[in-house]
């Protein structure tokens, strides 16, 4: 752990700053928080002078082989001076569900002092970059959105379906007679698995429709070219807008240290919604502000052809943002000026810093309109 810090800084963490006890943590473990992760050795006791707000704590076994178990973690909010205490079982490779005794944390607490030697400290220089990716994300949302079993897995558990569930997978999925049964029909035969009730995200889900009931066609087409409708039914979800951003940061950061895979396609799902907006750049020009914003220090953290597809050979990232300009530019004065501004400099940050250009639409790119052939 680094060392370097200001001493005006050290000195208030040392008083003001919360402690994370972690007991009975074999050597070799990986330990981590935030954007920071460690190989322990024996005397590794845990973590000091954390900075009060949201942490993400995290774990993974590693083997006498060297090979490392899928990471496992949970998000915390510490407060001033806050003690949190957790066990460590090697057996189980993980946390218990049972909270250590009452009569243990309160021995700790007594003689912190004699344990400080064993504690090392946050690394303070990385806490800035860590406030840029998760400043929107509330104590609540945490609650609202994390697993029902507290813990964040990047291979939750798994369990066989019941044998209800596969007889009516099996009669969804194949023939009674066994004829017109497509390609791969056999792995469909194999044991199905689903995970651990209580142990995926629970991210908000995007609406089913992307347009109002009793809608023209024409009005289908708009709602189809604009996400606008979309976005408003997930904000009708958060108490304030602000929430909605809280849960892109939260599913990036779940996805960028946690490595759950779900939360990655979440963030790509919200990605798509926001870029592909039209109407709500003119009427919600201060969460677009700060989408930009939250978008700005997310794209800092992954190299530029981490969007890539390596079949298709498009950049989904790319693709989004040459979406959002357009849109940007289409508006034309009605558009917020500070909005348009900030817009301008993202873009022109991007295209340096990425090579990315967002050059005109093709033909292939114009949207497809829907007739009213009734």
């Known amino acids: 752990m680094s060392l370097e810090m200001d001493p005006e800084v050290a000195k208030n963490l040392l008083t003001e700053g919360a402690t994370l006890v972690f007991l009975d943590v074999p050597k070799n473990t990986e330990v981590g928080i935030d954007m920071n992760s460690w190989t322990v050795g024996e005397k590794f006791k845990g973590i000091k002078m954390i900075p009060p707000g949201i942490h993400f704590i995290y774990y993974s076994a590693v083997s006498k082989e060297g090979q490392v178990a899928p990471r496992t973690g949970f998000f915390h909010v510490f407060r001033r001076k806050e003690l949190l205490v957790k066990n460590y079982?090697?057996?189980?490779?993980d946390i218990p569900p049972e909270p250590p005794h009452p009569n243990l944390v309160q021995r700790l607490k007594d003689n912190l002092k004699e344990l400080d030697c064993f504690l090392g400290p946050f690394p303070y220089d990385s806490w800035k970059k860590w406030i840029s990716l998760t400043g929107h994300i509330s104590e609540d949302l945490i609650k609202n959105q994390e697993p029902i079993c507290g813990k964040i897995s990047s291979a939750p558990n798994l369990i066989p379906f019941t044998n209800e569930e596969r007889k009516q997978l099996q009669r969804d999925w194949i023939p009674p007679d066994f004829s017109n049964r497509g390609p791969?029909?056999?792995?469909k035969l194999l044991p199905?698995?689903?995970?651990?009730?209580?142990?995926?995200?629970?991210?908000?889900?995007?609406p089913e429709k992307r347009y109002p009931q009793g809608s023209t066609p024409a009005e289908i087409t708009k709602h189809c070219m604009d996400s606008s409708f979309c976005l408003d039914?997930?904000?009708e979800n958060h108490r304030i807008p602000e929430d909605l951003l809280g849960e892109f940061?939260?599913?990036?950061?779940?996805?960028?240290?946690?490595?759950?895979?779900?939360?990655?396609?979440?963030?790509?799902?919200?990605i798509q919604l926001f870029t592909t907006c039209d109407e709500a750049l003119k009427t919600r020009p201060e969460f677009f502000l700060q989408f930009?914003?939250?978008?700005?220090?997310?794209?800092?953290?992954v190299p530029s052809d981490f969007f890539t597809d390596i079949v298709a050979g498009k950049n989904f990232l790319r693709d989004?943002?040459?979406?959002?300009?357009?849109?940007?530019?289409?508006?034309?004065?009605?558009?917020?000026?500070?909005l348009r501004t900030r817009a301008q400099k993202f873009r022109e940050h991007v295209e340096a810093t990425f090579e990315w250009e967002f050059s005109e639409e093709g033909e292939e790119d114009l949207p497809v309109i829907v007739e009213d052939v009734t």
């Open 89 to 93: 079982d090697p057996h189980l490779e």
């Open 184 to 187: 791969g029909w056999e792995e």
């Open 192 to 206: 199905q698995m689903k995970k651990v009730p209580g142990m995926e995200m629970r991210f908000t889900p995007l």
């Open 233 to 235: 039914k997930m904000l």
């Open 249 to 270: 940061q939260l599913a990036f950061v779940c996805f960028l240290v946690g490595y759950v895979y779900e939360a990655f396609e979440h963030w790509k799902q919200l």
């Open 292 to 301: 930009i914003s939250t978008l700005h220090f997310q794209m800092k953290e």
């Open 320 to 338: 989004c943002l040459h979406t959002f300009f357009a849109n940007i530019n289409a508006t034309g004065d009605v558009l917020d000026a500070k």
